[in-house]
């Protein structure tokens, strides 16, 4: 029996060690926001945050977790949407949306400790693919995003 704490909430769930995050989120506790996309942690569809970093929850041994803080899309904003999420509304930036809960989620962790990422910053952390080519729109709302987390600091 393992603890995981998942958006604020302690949770028991009973299985194996080595059980991928992903399917202990979506399959034992229902919180289906986060995807699977290739199951080798490489789309990034599966992206979750322990402990503030994005992680690839596909290829993440649930017992890895035990005692980190996770987040997921569901838990990302208690009051209306998180910034991220605004900018992406604001920006229209998903085509299809499969991806793009894993794409705000690692945008979340991008910019939470530096809202003003260079573009080669971006570059190397959003590894994230999106099978629409959203790319462009995604890159508009990192911006919008770091405008309205500034905004809000501010």
């Not at 603890?3 to 028991?12: E, M, P, Y």
């Not at 509304?89 to 949306?97: A, D």
């Not at 971006?122 to 995604?138: D, P, S």
Request: hydrophobic share 35%; aromatic share 6%.
């Amino acid at each position: 029996m393992q603890t995981l704490i998942i958006n604020g909430i302690r949770h028991q769930v009973d299985v194996e060690d080595e059980m991928p995050l992903l399917w202990v989120l979506r399959d034992e506790l229902g919180l289906t926001g986060t995807k699977f996309g290739c199951g080798i942690g490489q789309c990034g569809a599966c992206t979750v945050q322990i402990n503030g970093q994005a992680v690839r929850s596909c290829s993440f041994p649930v017992i890895a977790a035990v005692g980190a803080e996770i987040k997921t899309i569901e838990g990302l904003y208690e009051n209306g949407y998180h910034p991220v999420q605004q900018a992406w509304i604001e920006e229209q930036v998903p085509q299809c949306g499969y991806c793009q809960s894993g794409q705000i989620m690692a945008t979340t962790a991008l910019l939470k400790n530096n809202p003003e990422s260079s573009e080669e910053e971006i570059e190397q952390k959003m590894t994230n693919l999106c099978r629409c080519g959203t790319y462009v729109r995604v890159r508009r709302g990192i911006r919008r995003s770091a405008e309205l987390m500034l905004e809000q600091e501010g």
